[in-house]
């Protein structure tokens, strides 16, 4: 391993453990604020927007639906797992690089703006996770259907909102994954990589 290669690992582990530390925040403070709005009680069980008594059918199909989810969930992330995503992307040398970088290369990648000389070694490597970004879609199609579930089960006006935002965030960030991986496949083939 040359002294390059050391620095690009050290930098590389470095914007991993960033990416973690930000994720960490993310959810801590997410955490925090769901307490807070909790202790106030915006989600007090007798108030009609979050509580409501669903029908015998309606608990059923919601309890199917969570399950289902569950199943969903878990059987992505293994799958993620097992076909090495997790392995590569942890050698990826793009840790190394910044966000505003990591824009620069996807923008590249999707033929947004000409590719740079110096950046032609790295984009075969971005297409790459671009196409693998697909992947992602099982496990957090499982997670809507999970909310959706949870709608019926609640039989609550927040608990259908909150599944419509989510099933919306969801068909948005499936629609751009898409859409970057086929722009990165076309990439490729164009590369003849």
Known sequence: MTQDDRIIESQARRGRRRFLLVMVAVIVLGALVGGGIAATGFFDGSATFWGGEAPGWATVVGAVLSLGGVAVAVAGFWWLTRNGYYRRNAGS???????SRRRNLVRQVRGNTLPRDEDRPLLPQV???????????????????MQVGQAFFQWAPGFVLLAAIFVGTLTAAGVSAWRSARDAKAFLAAADV
């Open 93 to 99: 040398r793009l840790w190394a690089e910044s966000w």
């Open 127 to 145: 297409a790459e996770q671009m196409i693998d970004g697909l992947g992602f879609l099982l496990p957090l199609s499982g997670l809507a259907l």
